[in-house]
């Protein structure tokens, strides 16, 4: 390739990346939230370094009355007078170890990406959220309650830095 010719493919190679930012940013906010997504139901979501536990104290378990997802529920409170997040989760047949904020999954199946828009040369910047209001307020009550819950881990920003790599090393090749 003459000298030329590699100045051309830069210049289509800055205006193809200008014209797909968006499309990588969706792609790419996409594949992160689901990583954060699978890591917080199997493992329990972590703040400042700490997984969190479900709490242990002790409550009058009519407070669970009409929260119960099976019959096991509705046992659980019939049989204890006094009784525990953690324990009402267990005995339905729920993860209880640590909090991973998917009681009903309905948080976690109505997260997305919403919107990504270019944020500068070669930049986005996607919103992630719900098209359903209530899934919107169940986030912002676990972000108010727990902080960001949805901050990508190390591993995860190091994969979607890689994603990133692989698809400018592909519209270069391209």
């Known amino acids: 390739m003459t000298l030329e010719g590699f100045i051309q493919k830069i210049a289509k190679a800055r205006i193809d990346l200008a014209n797909s930012v968006e499309q990588f940013g969706a792609e790419i906010t996409e594949s992160t939230l689901t990583l954060i997504k699978d890591r917080s139901i199997n493992e329990g979501i972590e703040i400042a370094g700490n997984k969190q536990d479900y709490s242990k104290r002790q409550v009058n378990t009519q407070k669970f009355k009409g929260k119960e997802l099976n019959a096991r529920g509705s046992k659980y409170i019939q049989a204890n007078a006094l009784g525990t997040w953690h324990d009402f989760r267990k005995a339905q047949g729920l993860r209880s170890e640590k909090v991973n904020l998917s009681y009903t999954n309905d948080m976690w199946k109505g997260l997305q990406v919403i919107k990504t828009g270019k944020f500068g040369f070669g930049a986005a ?31 995860e920003l190091e994969f979607a830095q890689g994603l990133i790599q692989r698809k400018i090393v592909n519209l270069l090749r391209g």
């Open 125 to 155: 910047r996607s919103i992630i959220g719900s098209y359903d209001s209530e899934v919107n307020e169940k986030i912002a009550q676990n972000a108010e309650r727990f902080g960001d819950f949805l901050k990508p881990q190390p591993d």
